[in-house]
């Protein structure tokens, strides 16, 4: 029976970043004593809750469990605070699928060569596709005289690509973003990384 006395957690979200997932949430204030929090998961075909491994947890946050870690489920999650024999209410979230619902951020650049008239870009993804999902790379580009408003785009799937058709011996920067094509047919756009900025070679 939930405690009046015991307030339930506020700002609970779901923070999903590269498919890792994780619920989390503000400490709930008290007088005196410490709040414990316990966490569980459903899945939207399986109408019984589960633990997530935090029960009577003092930490504000909770992975997802390996059960739970499936990018095309539907994940539901709860929480409530508990304090000796009180508990609050829980706090339920909105149903969560990874594949639609996480963040992904940009891929890392490993390495670019200059040539006279081109920069030969090496990537490495920001996390590992599943089988039947393809992975695109979209680069945006400019010479760095001109304003970026005059950028040009490539979307390459190779993570070793090439920016050709480039002057000599001037300073081009260019920025790269993920976008995951999902077979289901949805896709999901990355965030662009920071610009990085190389001069090609003189010839």
Known sequence: EPSPHLPAPKNVEIYSYNFQSLLRWSPVPVENGSVLYTAHYKTGFYDEWSEMGCARTPQTQCGFPA???????????RVRAELGPLASAWVHTPPFVAERNTTLGPPRVKSVSASPDSLLI??????????GDTLRYHVSYWDNTTSPTEE????????????????????YCFSIQVQLKIYSGHSLQGEPSAPECHRTALS
Do not use: C, D, Y
């Not at 059960?67 to 999650?77: K, N």
């Not at 090496?122 to 089988?131: D, I």
């Open 67 to 77: 059960a739970a870690r499936r990018w095309r489920w539907t994940i539901l999650l």
């Open 122 to 131: 090496s990537v490495s993804p920001p996390f590992t596709p599943e089988a």
């Open 152 to 171: 040009q785009k490539l979307s390459e799937s190779k993570t070793l690509f090439q920016i050709g058709n480039l002057k000599e011996s001037t300073l």
